[in-house]
């Protein structure tokens, strides 16, 4: 059911929290990031973005060029995202500099585009004739998919429609092939679908919707596809098993699926494109199996820091409760991808299961994907590290214990980018007469119904949220399941609203004013005894923030640390950590290490005060152990 | 120093616990691994290892003969270690048939060598002229090593010679190389450091010593050795990675390595032959070297089960306290291989350190290796099993759940048959006038000193063991570290004998009676803190035997267990164990599961009593969760 919209950017102007982290964006991140993507960078493994959609139009000008091309087979993505970024932010903050920019680069991707549509620099470049054989692996579909957010973002942000007209030729173009020429084949790496969702809401060109049904529809339905196809070719990318239909999702028709199975991106992508067009068409039986996988994941598979995708294997979800704290893959792109979902999942059904996820992965993982300067990023989230094991033995290496610089890979640090930029789309909807509060985000609201608000908020450290409206009309605000206790508001006055799905809904007139007053206690979390890792082990979250014990607050040792059952914790000042994050502080014991590798003897224990810090913000103070799991004394 | 000798295998006669593994091996693994060498059984994956020598000979004749090797390049070890069993079971229990279908192994064996002296089936078959170009991996001197071995071991059992003498050929060949020509050269796989020093104390020919020092002093010597030979050969087994000097202990001089590094059975065999070396020629540097090895495999790097080798990637040693108890490698001929170089170290020094983990490899991880029927094996022994993740998905599929039958690579069903077929070796030492009872087994003990008593135990069930003097002499006894309190009777009267170094000497004269009773109680086992994947838990044990938590006995879940702290434990009848194992019950929580995946609820918990069976039994009652180490509640 369509229910509501996703807000266009342009609605929130965001300060506080969300606004700090969209000016660090556009300081540093989105500069740093260009400069990547054009090879300016002399101590980094090269990107050559630009450069590789330059000598696409020298190859279509019939230049040889054939050692043009350099990076990923996806390499072209990397623009989409970027470009996606840029527009973002450009409709948070004008910047006439950063549209030139754009400008510039919309213009040398627009001359890579050849004269059927056709833009892909990789097949450009290095061989025409193998395009559209390996849809497996050569992330062709995908490419055109972010170049094709990108494009929305960018004719959203400037009303400049030369991007979006390169890729609505683009779509025509492939269109064409997999529609009107009815050739099979759906993405291996699904995102054009969620991208061809956005393109039609923008342009209402049905040949957007019909491609889409097309992927979603067919995928899986002949589970040989990918197999056949190999067979076919005679070249490989990576030499991928095209019989893996778990790894690419492609092992049954999606409408059938009820185990999140596979690349955990591409997984989450998927369902976000399912459920976009569920809302879409209102089509039930799509929503249901999106339902579903949603459960699957969310009640098997997810780490409370809304992490997913728990094993390096494939970068993918493993078996049900299968959650390593020390292992954990748990990509950045991956919960931004579940955020997709669970906003999509919104436009479906406003219920707060989808929301407190949505903020659970927003506030733990994806911002502990990127350094608090922004300038280096995880793609692995651990949830536990210990220094000589951890980015270092073969089954820790990709749990790296600091953040890297740029990766030859860099699909995580853009995705980061776009999805602060674009925070108020996930924070906020709206429909007819309806606002929609998803998340608690401080600064300024103007929807398109009319309705008008600021949000004054320090969240997530503060726990007051006020209202002040500006243009009445109904508000729909979501408290989190972790906030049973809560205290409304309205004009002084204390009032009881009704709740529907963890949503209350309050009609507020011109001026009013609205007061959310959220339970700020530190929780102590405990996992189902199925998640074989966690037995006997507590972790502590305040909001929806997961907190976690460094070795720097902890004298250089979390390991021997027991929190103590029923102790008392409370919020600490903490000097050590950058402004506005809060420490928790909490009795505990610290067992004194026994003579030997094994004792009979009960490991000696001294009381002490432990302290836990936001998890998103770990690994910024040196390489030192990390743990969200502890033992209870 | 040379302190003591290893004893003939024939100066014990086991019965008891060791007796009934004994024929076990004779009666069941014996007869089916011969059928597999012989390509007899149709299920399983053919070994084709009789066949190999056959067609080596045939190869010798002048047949063509290239497409008749199969397996792996070291399959002719096999031979080695199932004759070596087989020797050692004849001299426990005499059996014509047996030896005659060894006769004629070694028959075939013996035709398989080459006029000069060379013995190797896979290059005899397939290719002569790449002998001896890849030391790195092609597992020649390994291979020989253990049928020099055998030859040992076959020699001692029937007092024929000509095993013996077509190995003492083949060593005067690699001699002659290695030595005489000083070939650069030192084994992949180190193994037959350890058989010369075997063939050298029953021929006291001075080249197998020399040929052992060659490979023990030039070991590491020069670090690149492996890189330059591979730059060499134009042909490659498996690919090895020829600079990786940690996985194959090539980095350095073996007299100043101190640390445990890269594949496990490697390393520990390499060790063996160290302390071999070391206690014949009474090298104190070479020594001192194996006691700093000792120290930290002991203290940094092995399971309490007695397992080394924590790592999949390399079959390896991981880096310090890296000890998970799910996706442990623990292979049983790591452990095996902890026991030769254990045995090796009480050579130079008798000190109940060695003999104690001796015992705890023994009772625990080679035990474990074998199904209590004596027809399936594991290589890997975890110590913690979740079905649908072990064995099942990419970082557990090494920890089967249950053991699989015959491998492709049978290393270690044969091993394990060796050892338990020469089990007094370990118990057991004497030199000019000591017996030496490093472990408690049960039988009747003839030493060539004269020394000549029974042993009656039901260990490691029962705690008292009763030695019955026939012809006395000194006896040197072991006290294990985990027996604090002993009881030790002398004709009737109770006695407080000397301990040096944990073992009692004792005078005693011709029908003495010497009764030791140790410590039956059950003991908590706490983990050092710097294993992190142990913080919190406990483990129990009692005498040598460590015990787990299986499904079957506790209502199919262990993961929601969590022992009583201060919990009287108790050792409990159950009739669903096989005959004489002895069960534990303990006092303990039944964890009741969240609503969710996590909760804000600490999990309801009910009293409940938990079993616990011994280690090496875990796996034989079906699929089931297993775990060693236990949350305490």
Known sequence: MKIHTQIKNDCYKADGFIGEYQKLVRDVVIPYQYSVLNDELPDIEKSHVIDNFRNAAAAIRGEDTKDGFYGMVFQDSDAGKWI??????????????LEKTVDDFVDIIADAQEEDGYL??????????????????????YSAGHLIEAACAYYEATGKRKFLDVMTKNVKHIHNRFVKENTEGFPGHPEIELALM????????????????KFIDTRGVNADFYKLEKEK????????????????????????MDKATGHAVRAVYLYTGMADMASETDDKELFTACERLWQDITERKMYITGAIGSTVHGEAFSTDFDLPSDTAYAETCASIGLMFFASRMLENDVDRKYSDVMERAFYNTVLAGMQLDGKRFFYVNPLEVVPGISGVIATHRHARPQRPGWYGCACCPPNVARLITSFGKYAYGENKNTAFCHLYASGKIELSNGIKFTCETRYPYG??????????????????????????????RLIKPKMTKGYIYIDVADNDTLIIILDDSIRTNYASTKVH??????????GPLVYCFEGVD?????????????????????????????????PAVRKSDCDGLYSFSPLAENDCNAVAVPYYIWGNR??????VWMEEA
Chains 1, 2 share one sequence.
């Open 198 to 213: 956005k393109l039609y809401r923008i342009t209402k060109d049905e040949d957007c919707l019909e491609l889409c049904r």
């Open 120 to 141: 892909n620099t990789y097949f450009t470049i290095k061989d025409k004739e193998k395009r559209w054989t390996n849809l497996l692996e050569a992330h062709e579909l």
């Open 554 to 586: 902890n004298d250089n040792d979390v390991l021997s640390i027991a929190l103590k059952k029923n102790g008392k914790a409370y919020v600490a000042q903490n000097d050590n950590l950058p402004c506005d994050s809060i420490a928790i502080s909490i």
């Open 622 to 627: 040196g390489e030192n152990q990390m743990r």
């Open 84 to 97: 996606e970024a840029a527009a973002y932010s450009l409709q948070n903050y004008p910047d006439e500099n």
């Open 233 to 256: 070719r005679n070249w490989t990318v990576w030499g991928n098993n095209a019989e893996d239909n778990n790894y690419q999702q492609s092992g049954m028709p999606v409408r059938k």
């Open 533 to 542: 890792d966690l037995t006997g082990k507590v972790a502590l979250s305040r």
């Open 463 to 492: 726990f007051a949220v006020t209202y002040k409206i500006e243009k009445g009309g109904k508000m729909a605000i979501r408290i989190p399941a972790w906030s049973e206790n809560y205290t409304v508001i309205h004009n002084k």
